[in-house]
């Protein structure tokens, strides 16, 4: 009796242990996934925005007033004033040629005025003399004619050697070389000894004040191009100088460069920008709605373009990596081409620790 009853303990108590290893063996394992603790992320929602068509050309620099001086007398130089880059005033003298040759020119001529009018004033002096004598009837008609033909000759030689000096001197001018307005001196490629003549080029000054941008546009462009066009004067790392429109398009085409010349003005003040500066003109054809995404959401691996999703699955979301094509950037954001659509949320942050599928919780 009491060992059946034992059996029985024993019997009971296996039986117990094995229904508590069945009822552990039949709970569902929990997956790696959801083991795996969803990463806080920052999205941003995919929308339209203003997306500009562009191309972009080189563009040059060139002031509205330049000036390239030449003398317009032949001598040596004798002194130069300014160097290249320097800022100067209208009026103010930059080099001076050998006036030596030309002073001794003048003062030969004011001899010859000095003489003419010593003449002129005999022959004033006779001519008064002569009439008085005709009208006492002293003299002839022909003497008097006479006197008065002479007086007349010495003064026209008398008023044209004054002529003659006022030229002479007006020509001293011009061995002063002087800034025809305020700008900066450019290159100097002369020196003090040098002989100039009318096709020296001395150096040139620029007004930095109102200043263009040359463009040429492609001619299959043409059926395009007007007056009022946006344009962006970038500098050569793309960074935004100036927003400006076209003003002038030429109705001709470049022979050489078989393109057609826009002009743009410019207003960047003479620290940002110089005459004959190369930039980059951003020409603006039309605007239109497209999908845009933040330049963070952007990674780049292996040549390809892609950028992380957050997608709902189930009671979650996962991240999801999504190539895309992109276009021109709008601000911080780049156009889209394809690859998302408008309502996608896109991750912002911890796209270096993101891999395909991983559980992620979106914020904002």
Known sequence: MNVNQNQKRIFCAALFGASLLVVGCSKPAVSAQQQMQAMPVEVSTIALSPVPKSDTYVATIKSRRSATLQPQVDGNLTQIYVHSGDHVRRGQVLMEIDPQKQLATVLTQKATVQQNYAVYHYNEVEVDRQRKLFQAGVTSRDAYDQAEQLYENSRAAYESAQASLKTQQAQLQYYHITAPFDGIVGDVPVHVGDYVSASTVLTTVDENTDLEAYIYIPTERSSQLRRGLPVNILDNSGNLLEKTSIDFV???????????????????????????????????????????????????????????????????????????????????????????????????????????????????
């Open 250 to 364: 030429s109705p001709q085409v470049d022979n050489n460069l078989q393109g057609i010349l826009v002009k743009t003005p410019v207003h960047r003040t003479q620290e940002m920008l110089r005459n004959a500066q190369m930039v980059k003109a951003q020409v603006i054809w039309s605007t239109s709605p497209a999908p845009t995404v933040p330049v963070l959401a952007v990674a780049h691996i292996g040549g390809l373009t892609f950028v992380y999703v957050a997608e709902q699955k189930g009671n979650g979301y996962v991240a999801h990596q999504v190539p895309v094509q992109l276009g021109d950037t709008v601000g911080n954001s780049y156009a889209v081409n394809s690859g998302l659509k408008v309502g996608d949320k896109v991750i912002l942050s911890s796209i270096q620790f993101l891999m395909d599928g991983m559980p992620v919780q979106p914020l904002g």
